[in-house]
């Protein structure tokens, strides 16, 4: 009996200490990923899931991408089962990288990538991760990209200096055939 009233306080105990993180398990919505979702500034900026290909014996969903400053081109990523959002690249079987974790916390870095991207925000709507911009030719730029739950990508920006180089905010998306105007 003595043991069956520890066991109970101690539960109460262990319950009422919840971790008041978010939900790992309902960040998985962060980034929407269904083929006909887009992201769009205007005709000329926008990121469009088109297609799905197999690379490497997983599904990863085709990004077609375009914009003024870096031209257009396919992004191949997936989402895995620990929430890593990873990237592979259509030329380069055998090599895939984790670009973001929506599991991470405020602060924390995957340390294994050139980008080296890091939770700067945290909360149970939004994530946003700071990357190195290892391809910019700049040093010490980075870029911030925010997920909103539900809806994906909402903002992106450079950061060169110490000074945000603020990208067009997308004006139009469509999450799983619904069209939001922002």
């Known amino acids: 009996m003595k043991r069956i009233l520890l066991f109970s306080i101690l539960s109460i105990i262990v319950?009422?200490?919840k971790n008041?993180?978010?939900?790992?398990?309902a960040s998985a919505d962060f980034f929407p990923l269904?083929?006909?979702n887009y992201w769009k500034v205007?005709?000329?900026?926008?990121?469009?899931?088109?297609?799905t290909k197999v690379i490497d014996g997983h599904t990863y969903y085709q990004i077609y991408t375009k914009s003024p400053l870096g031209g257009e081109g396919n992004l191949y990523i997936r989402i895995d089962k620990d929430l890593n959002l990873i990237q592979a690249y259509e030329n380069a079987p055998g090599y895939s990288?984790?670009?973001?974790n929506f599991r991470m916390k405020q602060g924390k870095k995957i340390a294994d990538t050139p980008e080296k991207p890091t939770v700067i925000e945290r909360d149970n709507d939004k994530i946003t991760?700071?990357?190195?911009?290892v391809i910019c030719g700049r040093?010490?730029?980075?870029?911030d990209i925010s997920f909103h739950k539900g809806k994906g990508i909402l903002s992106r920006n450079s950061l060169f200096r110490g000074y945000f180089e603020n990208n067009p905010p997308f004006t139009e998306i469509r999450i799983n055939g619904q069209v939001y105007k922002l």
Do not use: H, W
């Open 34 to 36: 269904q083929v006909g």
């Open 129 to 133: 991760f700071r990357y190195l911009c």
């Open 139 to 143: 040093p010490n730029a980075m870029f």
């Open 15 to 17: 319950l009422s200490c």
């Open 20 to 25: 008041t993180e978010p939900d790992p398990i």
């Open 42 to 51: 205007d005709d000329n900026d926008y990121l469009e899931i088109t297609n």
């Open 97 to 100: 990288k984790t670009i973001a």
